[in-house]
T-cell receptor, first 111, second 111 residues
Framework: EAGVAQSPRYKIIEKRQSVAFWCNPI?????LYWYQQILGQGPKLLIQ??????VDDSQLPKDRFSAERLKGVDSTLKIQPAKLEDSAVYLC???WGRGAFFGQGTRLTVV | SQQGEEDPQALSIQEGENATMNCSYK?????LQWYRQNSGRGLVHLIL?????REKHSGRLRVTLDTSKKSSSLLITASRAADTASYFC???????????FGTGTKLQVIP
């Protein structure tokens, strides 16, 4: 079974630039999560999709972050414009209800 | 916001010893899960315990859940150097299975 795929693995951008991350979940998983993990902390949920609908985005900074999940499969997370404090690992996960499966993450550095 | 808090924050033991990590959380849950994260990698799901279960085993892992105290513990028996990683508890609640992570315990197993 293929795992959750994320790209890119690493990204370095200057503040005020924009960036996008891509996630391909495990086939058949209805739930997709995006998490932000700052070094030394636990992952923080940014947004959760059920199929292609958003069910929780309470911690998503909506003035700069956006996400979509097209046709209930792949998802993209965008940051525009980026700030220094957005430097973190962005993790995508998918689930069918018995535990979440994570991708390797995208390490974003904002300079 | 973090739902769970884990202690200790860091733990260093000799190979062969047992490691115990504790997790406390704030609200009623559907189930509680434990994850492992090796440095620079994504999270790996270890074990899920439902709210009506008190104890669960998987190989060298033993998880307990006390819903009256809103706490859980993860015991790793006969630890190995390969167990060196960060361990996170995650609470799952709501009809859409929102997964919220704790602050994590960093475990070092010394060969």
């Amino acid at each position: 079974e293929a795992g959750v795929a994320q790209s890119p693995r690493y990204k370095i951008i200057e503040k005020r630039q924009s960036v996008a991350f891509w996630c391909n979940p495990i086939s058949g998983h209805a739930t997709l999560y995006w998490y932000q993990q700052i070094l030394g902390q636990g992952p923080k949920l940014l947004i959760q999709f059920q199929n292609n609908g958003v069910v929780d985005d309470s911690q998503l900074p909506k003035d700069r972050f956006s996400a979509e999940r097209l046709k209930g499969v792949d998802s993209t997370l965008k940051i525009q414009p980026a700030k220094l404090e957005d430097s973190a690992v962005y993790l995508c996960a998918s689930s069918w209800g018995r535990g979440a499966f994570f991708g390797q993450g995208t390490r974003l550095t904002v300079v | 916001s973090q739902q769970g808090e884990e202690d200790p924050q860091a733990l260093s033991i000799q190979e062969g010893e047992n490691a115990t990590m504790n997790c406390s959380y704030k609200t009623s849950i559907n189930n509680l899960q434990w994850y492992r994260q090796n440095s620079g990698r994504g999270l790996v799901h270890l074990i899920l315990i439902r709210s009506n279960e008190r104890e669960k085993h998987s190989g060298r892992l033993r998880v307990t859940l006390d819903t009256s105290k809103k706490s859980s513990s993860l015991l790793i028996t006969a630890s190995r150097a390969a167990d060196t990683a960060s361990y996170f508890c995650a609470t799952v609640l709501g009809g859409y299975q929102k997964v919220t992570f704790g602050t994590g315990t960093k475990l070092q197993v010394i060969p």
